[in-house]
Every structure is written in C-alpha cells, then in structure tokens.
C-alpha cells in the first residue's frame, strides 16, 4: 500500500515552477497576485526565487511599477479583474515608452477568457502566457489544499464549474503518484462534476497512475454541511484560525504577543512539537499543558546546572537547540492562549464574548426549543452592530439547523440587519439564499402533506428542472424540511449525555464541547466504515446534491492480509475545510487505526465562509 | 540436393533467381517492352502505362501487386506522359513532359503536383531518374537545355538546379545518374569521355575512373548502387568498369562483347542490416546486373560473371520475354509476362547450411534433423558433434535465422523442425524468444505474400521497414484486415496496433460516397467501440474534408474527447451544438471559448435565444457580463424577467460616488423591477432606502456631514453624537424605528460621549425595553465604572452578582453572592478575582467549600 509523502506536492511545484521560469533566461522580476502571495510564500520561499534568477519580487496592485528590469513575470490566479490590472500596467510601460518582455503565468491553467481580456484590452500581442499547474499545497502531512477560495463563490453561488475542473485534475495529478483509489463515494453536485472529470480525463489522457492503490477516495461539497463549517471554532488550531487568521498554514502573532518589537509569522505544522501536542485540543485543556511543557523545559535548562563540563557541552550540543526552539514555542502559544482566554471571557463592543457565543450555538444545534431565546441574541447581536460577518454567521446558522427560518422572522430579522448594516446587504441575503445558507421555510400547508412518496416524485421532478431556477430551488426548500434535524437523529449527531469533560475526549464531539459530532466528520466515519455509502441512502437523501459510489478494480491480492495494512483514506472536501473538522478527522483516524489525508479547496472558517458571499 | 537447385557461384559467393510468383495474375500475353513498367521498392508493386500510347492520349495506367493483380488503374487525362516511378511511401509520381509532376496513390487518386519550374516547361524535360535518399524520394530531370533540376524530396518540393555539364555541345549527356547524397542530391553525367560530378550553385568536379585499361571515346550508360557505394561505367566499347562511388577503387573491368547500349544495368547488393547478419559478419555482397533484350549478366567484383538467357523458357510459347528490372534494397525483381523473380546473393546464413560440405554448426544440425527424420542413428552422431563443440545455441539461431530468409514455405519448415529439433536439448529463453520471433515474422511474410495481397517482401526488408511501416502500408492499401489480424497476432500495443488500423478504416469508410451516412456511422461505431484511443474527431474531420458534415456531426458525437468534439464542431459552423457538448464535458474554459466563438459568429439575438438554452453557459455568460459588460447584463436579466437579479444590479448601481440623480434612477429602478419580481420584502426596502437617501440627502445639505451609503442605524448615531436629536427623533418617527434599536443607538452614543448625565436621565426616562445590562457595559467599556455601579440596581436580580463583576466591585460581588448563596455566582466571582483580589478570592472559596 502506498505510504502518501504530502512533501511531494512541494517539490512537484517548485521544479514547475523553475521549468516555467526558464522560459525567459536570465534576470527578471515577479509580479505576484495577491490570492498566491502566501501560497508562494510557502511553497517557494524567496532563497528559492532568487536561485531561479528572480531579481525583485512586486505584489500586484493597481499602481504600476514602472522600474525593475527588463523581463517581468506575473504570476496569477486567471480572473478578469486580475487581466486588466496586468494590461493597465503594460499600457503604462508603453506610455512611458519601457521596453518589456511579459511572461503570464496563469495559476493553475490558462483560461480562455484571460486571452479574450488581453485582447480587448490591446496588449495581447505584447505578452506570452503559460500554465504553472500549481496543484496542493502540502500544509501537513495529512493536510494538502489548493488554496483557492473563490470555488465557494464561482461554484456553489455562480454555477461556474472552471474551478471543478482543477479540483479533478487535482485528483488525477494525486492518482499519478499514489495510486489508484479503489473506492470513490461522494456527496454533492459539485463531487459529481468532479468524479465524472476525474473519470474521463484519465481515460482520454491515457494516464497511467501509479501502481500502488489508496484505499479510498470520499468526495464532499461544502453545502453538504455548512453547519459545522459555521459554528465558533474551539479546537486550539481552529481559534487560531478564528482569532488570528491562518493563512496557508502560517500565523502572524502580532506584537502583543510575541513580546518582542516586531510581529512574528509561525509556520503551524506538526514540525513543532509543542503545537502538535495542543494543535487539537479543546481549547481549555491547552493552558495547562502549555503551563506543563513550560515547566518540563525550565527543568531541563535546570538540569544543566548540575552538569559536569563534559556534559554540558553535550547539552548544548544536542539538547539545546530543540529545547530552545520549543521555549520559543511554548512562549508564543501561552501568549495567544491569553489573549484568546480575553476574547473568551470578555465582549468589546463589536465582538460579544465568545464563550456565550459557543454556548448560545450549542443550546440551538441540541434544543429545537431553543428558538426563541436564540433569535433575542441574534437580533441583539444586530442592535449592537456586532462585527457584520460574525452576525451573519449566526443567522445562516440558525437557518441551516431549522432549515430554514420561518417567515416572519426572516422577514424581521433581515429587515433589522439591513437598517443596521445597510442597505445594499439586500443582494448579500439574495446570495445566501443562492447557496442554501440563509433562506425561509416554505409555507406550511404543503410542507405538513410532504409524504415520503411524493417526495420523491419532487426529487425526479427536480431532475428536470434547470439548476438554479426559482422552482428549483422552492422545490429543493421542500425536499430538505427539517432535514438537518432528520440527519442528527439518523447518524445521533447529538451526543446524550454530556460528556463535557474535555481532557480526554470520547467521540468526535469534543471540539464542540461535547454538544454536536460534526456532520462532515461522522458521514467520513460513516464512509470510512461501511466502505462506501452502503445502505445509507436513507440519510443521503436529506443532504443536497448527488450520492455516488463506484469501486474501481479489486483491492489486490483478493484482500489476504488486508487486515495487516493500515487503511489510507482521502477525504476531498470542495469548498474547504476548517480545522474544527481537521481536528475531529485526525481524531477519527487514531480511533480507526488508519490513515486520513484531508485534501480541501482551502482552510476555512466561519468568518471565511460568510465573507464569500457579502456584497461589497 | 534441392536446396541449392538455381544457385549460381559468382566469386565467394552465390545468387540464386526464386521465384516469387509464376504466373502473374494478369493476362500472360502482355507485353512488357511495349509498357513503360515502375516497380516499387519494399513489397514489388507495378505501375504499367501502355507504351504506345501515343504521348499519354488514350493512355491508361494499371497497378498491379507484386503478383500482377490489378489493384486499380486510371485514365491518364493530363499532359503530354513521360514516365512514373513509386516514392518510398508507395505513392505514384507520374511524370510529364512539361515538368509537371502528378502525385496518385495507388488507388489512382490523386494527390498532388509538383512542378519542376518554368524552364523545364519552356524546354521540355526529356530524362527522369526517381532516387530514394535519406530525406525521402527525390526526382532529377534533365531538360532540353541538358541542364538537371532536382527536387530532393517530393514532400516539400523545392526544386534546385544543378551545374551544367562542361564541353557540352549540341548533343545531350552521353549517359548521366543520380547521386543521392547526404547534402542533397548530385548527377553524374558523362560528356563522352569526360565523366563530371554536378553539384548545386555551379559546383561540378571531373572524375577519373582509376585503373582504366583503355580510354573510351565515350560512356554511354553508368548506375549507382542504392547504397550510394558502387558506381558501374559502360562504354561504347562494350566494357564494364565498376568500382566506388568516388572512382577511387576499381573492382574489375570486363569486357561483354554485346552489342549496343544495355537495356538496364543496375546493381545487386545488400545494403540492409538483417538478423543476425551484421552481429556477426558485415555483407559485401555486391553484383552488376547488367540486362540486354536476350539476357541478363551478372557480374561480381572480382571478375567473375553469370549469364541468364531471358528468352530459354519462352521460345515456343506466345508468351513475349521481355523483362523489367528493378532494383531493392536487398536484390533485384526481374519481372517478365507470367514470373515475378527476385534474384539476390544467397544470405550467408542459408549458404552456411545447404553448401554441400559445409562444417557450420547450422548446417550440421540440419542434416541431424534430417537424420532424425529419417530414424538414423546418425542425428544422435550429428548432435553429438554440436554437443561437444558446444555449438548447439549457435546452430540452433542458425536455422532458425536461415528459415526466415526463405520464401517456399517447404524450406522454411524444414529448418524451423531442424531449430526446433536442437533446440530441445537446449531450452534456453533467449532462443526461444529467437524462435517464437522467426514463426511470427515468417506467417506475417507468408500471409503478405500470398497473391491477393502480393507483397514482395523479404525478411530483410521488413526488418528494416519495421512492423508499424507494414501497417501503414497495409492501410495504405485498404488491406485493413490483414493489417488487423497483424497486429493481433503480434499482440501490438493497441494505441499502434489495432486502434490505429480501425481509425484508418473509418476513413476510408467516410470517404464510401454511396453509402448513407447513417449505415456508415452505425458501422463506424459498432466496429470502434470496444477500440480504444479511438479518434473519432479525426475520422469526421476526414468526413469533413469529404463535404460530409452531417456525418461528421454524427461521428462526433461519439468522441470522448471534449475538446477536439468542440474544436470541430465550431469549424463546422456548428456553434450552438459546441456549446452543447463543451457545456457537457463539464470544462467550464472550453465552453468558454464556444461562447466566445458563438457570439462572434452570430448576431445578437440569434446569440441569446441560443445562449438560453443552456443554463450552465447561460450562467457562465452571465458571470463574464458581470464584469465586462454590464449593459448586457441588465438586458439579458429583463429579457430572461429575472427581475430580482435585474433589481440586484441596479441596488448595485446605487452605491458608489455618483450624482443623486443617478441614485435615485438607480433606486427607482430597483423598485420597479422588484415590484415585478413581486418581491414586497425587498420592495419595502427599497422604498425606505429612498426615502433614507433622501433625507441623507437633506441632512447633508443642512448640516455639512457625510451621510450618504450609511445605514439608518448609523445615520441615527451619527446624527445622535453631533446632537442633532430633533432631526434623530423625527428620523426615528419617519422610519418607525423599533424601541430596541432606539434604545441602543441612544445609548451607545451618549455613553461613547461620556454624557453620562443624560445617560442616567435616558435610563430613568422609561422602562428599558433592552435591560439595564448593556448600560452598565457600556459604563464600563467608557472607563467609568462609578457610573456603571448606578445601574446594577436596576438589572434583573438574577443577574446582579454578574454585573458587579463586570464593574470590577469584587467585593461587592462577593458579598452578595454569599449573601444569595448562588452557586454559580459564587463560582463566577472566584474565577474572575484577579491578583488584587486574592482575599475575596479566598473568603469566596471557604464559602463555596462550606455549601459543598
């Protein structure tokens, strides 16, 4: 069985990107869009950039750059914003009469449209451009993600599938290296286009993927569960994230916490033993085993007193710098456990305490009853003009576990936000809607009727009707009524008893304070368990989108000494990942003994998620 | 013995004459010395033009297979005909006397022309040689100036002129050749007695013959080998110098005593690498074959020569002797009314073995099997010797080898039992591999040769060939099946093999014009489906260049590749059915570009009715109008009456600096199509949002500020905390705002003033429909905790412990929590005591041990 190296994606990068760069020789200067910027940051590194003959490195802004040298480089996302910034700045070269070569890197494939941009814009004779397949990028080593937010926007809003295409080709590039997956089962419209993609490129491309084979290939669309994607992240990683933002795996701790004169950015992956050890944690255990660490080390530095010479230069050599590095670590994480502790206890005026925040979400994801106190809080959430994304978030939350709000409240509470928060937020309601975050139940005198036969009739009648279409979309509200609900008792996504002692987790509901297993998660165990999505139609049916499942080739040698091997599991989630679900996942693999590689569009939070859709 | 029946010794060596096919196919009263005859290389196929026919009126040219069946023939309805020869990928040149050159496959199509230049038009050409060189098949003619042209490779024919030919008079070269070369193609020519090599841009150099015995008053034929080596000289004296290419070694001089200049004269050599052959010992076999009417001499390098008389079997029948020669890589085809000869220098491996007398291990094993056969006790005898020398492997390659040079099939088999006999006593893979690889060469030879496909090839050449170059010849030929069963035979890759053959099939089937298209495509797919790597892109696109849309259109739509079906599609005009299938293929850039292309190709409403077919490119239209071009945006919304996403761009339009006016149009606008969309939510809203605008407006006007794109509930803060509250009050009454939200903004701006007096009064004024919490927050959050105490009084009971400790009174707290003996309060208070607190904190714990 193939062991998955995630390193391999670095290095699959950087010789693209070395070959590509070689297009033009000698010295040149890179224009990087701002959506690589960190992607590069990672994968590349400027030692890197520099031994491929880069001179300067220049973000791309709508300001030109009228010095640097004779060759110029940009490398970006191909998007039509992005085209005409690029053609502004090669007009304004030729105004100020600057010879150039231009070399475009469209990240991860040329896309028609750029040309046609290029084109109208007048300075497509004047510029070559390449592909730089940037696929994964390795965050851990079970953790690769494309880095790209904006499927959220062009898929599940728009209906745009371009970036469907590189997820598959994603897929295909993991097969060429690692093996065939011998089972695939998805969740979700998007899932579908993929594995179909997936399927017949590899077919017309002939590729051959490597001889080894993976276990297993699950495919889930983001809108198949944006309830756990909302909720207030507690696992360690995931407040990071919340608090501080993670961007492609790296942390900028600012001055108040590093204690220092100057922020400091910390690449967060399992290399640095103290994070690795609380990485997961429920929050409240972090303290104390940050405290314990910091006390291991101060012992160990002890230690050293009582050396005798020989010893000592021993220590130092050997010991030393790990301890010192992990010293460095444990001081920066205490520092933002504090400063996270403050944002748990403590509401300023634009962020409410977050710790009533949780606890509010979780009374809603177990009580049906809990409605009304809920829509007081959110509502006050409005009056105070608490931070705009952050209150969004509470409403598509509460709207995705009623599937949907009823019509009056809706109708207040959108009319409450948008004379708190403006009103071209108008279009941003219609965007939630779009995508099934935030939308209303439908009237009722149907609904009630809704046996399960007619139900069904609605699914083939649904079939028909174009995507996107208002009938579509009432009929798919008619289908999933109360559908969350139906889910949490089928798979018992609400833990019964309250098994809130957070040290020593029981079941994946640890990161939300024993209050709800994570939708995602527990339909991966469920995968994971039955193989596929054997006899779980049952549930599949209340999620959106198409189920699927297909085994491709017998799992070798008729399965002698499969009990020997460790599983290997893929889970793709297109639309991203947050860390809460990392974490639980990672959870999940110790529990099952096998290995789980989480690959993702991008890291996302709740915050991330809203702010896709928020008209600007 | 029969083996060696018709071998001749010529020097070291012999030659053998087999027969390949006797008799032809075709009518055995033809006459050849009445045909211009073209034979090609590499499989034997004939190209006859009747001789007679009077410059190329009522001319028909034939095409034979090496077996003299006819393949096809076509009337020649060109120019005045000179002659024909085959290029190196089967393809007729036909040449004319004006310089043209029509290019016909061997089905009689048509290809292409090449002219030779105007000068070979204005002087005729009278002289043609075809030559085979590393660049491909090249032509050189000679024109009534005596001047050469030459065009090195018939596939990107450039014509080049070469020097002209020094002393030249009025009368025409005496003999001339080419002289293919690696820098492109040289002429010998003789002028008389004066032999000079042409090269391009005037370049010409005289050679000298070495070792002549007399001078001759003039060279009047020369050859050169195919291998470019050998150069033969004849003169008027009826001798024969042969030596190198560069004149610089003679081989022999030879006198023939014949009269008048030889029909043909070309040489017999080998200059292919063969099994086993060039491991072991290079092949120098090299002959002169020099042919007069009655005759035909050989002449080997040292002086020997043979003579076949060419008329000895015909002189009683009506069967005309005439022969045609023609040179192969590996022998000579000498092909006459009823036969079709091949005559080459015995391979040395099958001399080793039948020469009586031979010591070779082959040849020993050989006789053993013969032995065996034959139940003498010799074999073991014959073995025996092998076996002790060793030389068993040796003799078994041997046989197995010599086999495949073979061409009766009687021949083949005997020295196939003879390695198969040996080879029982030594298993080893590598021979058997050896073996395994002769039986398949020899059934694919034996199944070329049969007289229905006639191909002439002998082991050697197809060696050389290589087995894909077959299968092109093979489809070349419509012998699809053939080819087919090939390549199953061979188990070749499919991708090269079978798949290959089937898309060659299918285009040849798209060109069958009487056939309907939907049998052809039923066909088509029913033979290809289970082929993979199949394009059928590249079928329809022959389809296509047949003028056979609709089938092409059918074929396409079983090609499973998206982009070369969209591709195609969109050159056939077929722009809506691109976006179909590009939109299916799930490639959102593809259908893209087949957007782009539709749009481009067609007018605007065409464009739209076809666009809205298809939601997802509808969709990604959308997206580009967007952001390219929002006009058509806003018209495809009103078309569609998708009045909500209409309504969205123009609330859009409502933001940003721009004059009211627009603003208003903008609202006004939205209103409208809101109300269309019939959405009353969105149309109050909009309604207020104008009514907001304006007074903004009218506030900006009146009091300087910037109020415009705020929300009501930041206009009303802001005009709170400039104390305009009369305007805030009418505001609040115009827009019916909600108590709540009152209450909120009222207080968060007093409290952010630190008016706290008023604050206390806004309290007091009414009953809070917020609580008396957020008061004391904000208190807090402004650094005034003495304030803040003022109104934990008024917060609900339950939640007094709770307010004092966010006004920091710990104490405070602490005692009332004992006093109410709440557990969690108390536990609250313990928590949030700070360093400074620490006796609290512990008075707190004893009591929350105590109720424990």
Known sequence: MASVDTEIFKKLARDTLTATLGIFLGKKDLVIDNA???????????????????DRVYKLEQKEILDGCEQRVFLVRPSICVMKKIAAHINADKRSRKLRKYLILAVPRRLHICDLVLEQEGVFGYVQIEELNLSFVPLDVDLISLENDSVLNSFFMEGDCTW?????????????????????????????????????????????????KIDQLILIDRNVDYTTALCSQLTYEGMLDDIFEIKCGTVTFEKDITNSDRPIQKILNSNDVVFNSIRNMHFFGVFNVCKAKAKEIKVAYDSSKEKSVGELKNFVHSELPALQAQHKSVTLHIGACEKMMTRLQKGTKHRPMLKETADTEHALLQDSGYYADYYNFVEERIHRQSEMADTLRLLCLMSCVCSGLDKKTYKELKEQFLRSYGFRHLITFFNLKKVGLLDELQSNSKGQTTSLSIESNLNRFADKIPAGSSIASSLANLQKKDSFRIVCKKLSLIPREDSSNNQTPKDMSYVFDGAYIPLSCRLVEQAIDRNGWKNLEDVLRHLPGDTFEENQGKSMKGGGGARDHKKTVVVYFIGGVTYTEVAALRYLAKEKKCKIIIAATSILNGKRLIQQFIES | MTETLGWIQLGKRYIRKCTLYEPMCWNAGIDLSKHIVSISRYGGLIALGNRESNNGRNLTIHIYNAAGKEISSFKWNSGPFLGMGWTNSDDLLCIQEDGKILLYDIFGQFIRIIRMGKECEDHRVL???????????????????????????????????????PGLKSTPPSSWCALPGPRGCRVLAANDDEIYLLDQGDLCTRQYPTGLSSEPASYICMSVSLDRKHVALYTNEATVWIGSADFKEKYCELRTNEGGCPKQMLWCCNCVVSFGSASDRPTDDKALVIYWQKKILVIGPG??????????????????????LCADVDGIHIITGNRHEYLQHVPKTVEDIYFPGSVEPGSVLYDASKEYERQSEKADEYLRILLDKNELERAVEQCTIASTFEFVSRSQKQLLRAASFGKTFRPELELTDLFVNACQYLRVLNALHDFNVGIALTAAQLQHLKMDCLIDRLVVRRQFRLAFYICKFLKMAEDRGSSRILSHWACYKVQQSNVPDEKIAYDIRNKLKNARGVSYASVAEKAVEKGRKDLAIKLLEFESRASEQVRLLSKLGKHTLAVEKAVESGDSDLAYEAITRLRERSSLSDFLVAIRQHPIAYKLHLKYCREQNQRMLKDLHEQEDNFIELANCHVRDSYGPIRREERNVALHSALDSFNKARNEFAAKMTDEQLQLVKDQIDLEQETGGNYIDSSLHDTLLMLLSSNYNQKAEKMRKQFKVSDKRWWWVKLTALADQRNFSELEAFSRSKKSPIGYMPFLESCVRNNAPKEAEKYVSKVAKDQQVAALVKTGNMRAAADMAIQIKNLCDLELVHKKCGPEHRDVQERVGNFLQQLR
């Open chain 1, 164 to 212: 469907l295409h590189s997820v598959a080709m994603s897929i295909v590039n993991f097969q060429m290296y690692f093996g065939t997956f011998q089972n695939v089962c998805g969740q979700g419209r998007g899932a579908k286009i993929v594995h179909d993609l997936v399927k017949t490129s590899m077919n017309e491309r002939n590729i051959r993927p490597a001889n080894s």
């Open chain 2, 127 to 165: 002289e043609y040689e075809i030559f085979l060189s590393s660049a491909g098949t090249g032509v050189v003619v000679m024109n009534g100036l005596y001047r050469f042209m030459v065009v090195n490779n018939v596939d990107e024919p450039k014509v080049r002129t070469l020097s002209q030919v």
């Open chain 2, 303 to 324: 002086k020997d020569w043979v003579r076949y008389d060419v008329e000895e079997d015909y002189s009683n029948t009506s069967i005309h002797g005439a022969a045609v």
């Open chain 1, 36 to 54: 690589l910027m960190n992607m590069l940051e990672r994968l590349m590194g400027m030692t890197f950039l520099r031994s491929n003959d880069v």
